[in-house]
């Protein structure tokens, strides 16, 4: 980015603790973005614990009146890190809510604790953020990606961007924040999960699930527009512009059904155990990749 009027957060804070977000706050927008591009964003659970930090700066600062964000790189978030050499669900985490460490438990407990906190909690956390939140979505969004970018109130997408959940090769119905009912027609979601195909960015937005459609080289300056245009609006009204929103989607039914799948999807991995003695049926970062390859 150019023309920053303060600097980005380093890659390392915290003592020795690696940096896997930056944070930056340009004209009353802040800037959070995703900085394992070398492993195409994909999340570990110190980045998702780092990135509620970096929410939380721009909350408490009374000048950034909107938040944007985006992932250094070629992709937006190829989803949960299913193996990189710096995946740590093998560490103690902080945990954000009230649920136990995922250490302690055994069998499928301890999967369940670490994904009501991580995944599902976060992102509702997320969501329910008082300021506006624009995606700045290039490449690909996959996955883990998705609920990043779902729980954004505008998504902006470069036109070389792609969607797709294809978590169902692990037996799994769809990633934890199940909003996928919510974002597109329900064959269309039935569609993204069954064949777990790529959703180009321009389908996606005659979908509805994507405001606008832009030239990469030019996705950033778009954001940054509108961004600022929105940054005009009052903070008030726009708090109350988005409660308004997701309480009509919560009576649609969204909290409810989410919750749901994300008993049928614990149900997934602990099927998984059983018959393979492994949560994601065996299939790690590689296999997925390769599987993931648009069709020839």
């Not at 934890?176 to 321009?202: C, I, N, Q, S, T």
């Not at 309480?247 to 059904?257: A, M, Y």
């Not at 997934?268 to 069709?295: C, E, F, R």
Request: proline share 6%; charged share 25%.
């Amino acid at each position: 980015m150019n023309g920053d009027n303060s600097s980005p957060l380093p890659r390392v804070q915290n003592g020795e603790e690696p940096g896997f977000v930056s944070y930056a706050v340009r004209e009353n927008v802040a800037w959070v973005m995703l900085e394992r591009p070398e492993v195409a964003n994909t999340q570990n659970l110190r980045l998702l614990n780092q990135l509620d930090d970096l929410f939380r700066c721009a909350i408490d600062d009374t000048e950034v009146k909107v938040i944007v964000l985006g992932g250094r790189g070629k992709h937006f978030s190829a989803g949960h890190d299913l193996g990189t050499p710096e995946r740590d669900k093998h560490m103690e985490r902080e945990r954000k809510h009230l649920w136990p460490s995922h250490l302690g438990p055994v069998g499928a407990e301890s999967q369940y604790v670490l994904e009501q906190d991580a995944y599902l909690g976060l992102c509702r956390r997320w969501q329910e953020m008082p300021k506006p939140m624009i995606a700045m979505v290039q490449g690909g969004c996959i996955a883990g990606g998705l609920m990043l970018a779902w729980v954004c109130d505008l998504i902006i997408a470069s036109d070389d961007a792609f969607f797709q959940d294809p978590v169902l090769r692990m037996g799994i119905p769809g990633v934890e924040y199940f909003a996928h009912a919510f974002e597109l027609p329900p064959r269309v979601a039935k569609e993204l999960l069954l064949l777990g195909d790529r959703m180009p960015a321009d389908r996606a937005y005659q979908l509805g699930m994507v405001n606008r459609v832009v030239p990469r080289d030019q996705l950033e300056k778009e954001v940054e527009s509108i961004a600022n245009e929105v940054a005009d609006r009052p903070g008030f009204g726009m708090m109350l512009t988005k409660q308004a929103i997701n309480h009509v989607e919560d009576l649609r039914g969204k909290r409810t059904s989410m919750d749901s799948v994300f008993h049928m999807h614990h149900l997934a991995h602990a099927h998984n155990q059983l018959t393979s003695d492994h949560i994601v049926g065996g299939l790690d970062a590689k296999a997925m990749a390769a599987a993931n390859k648009p069709k020839k």
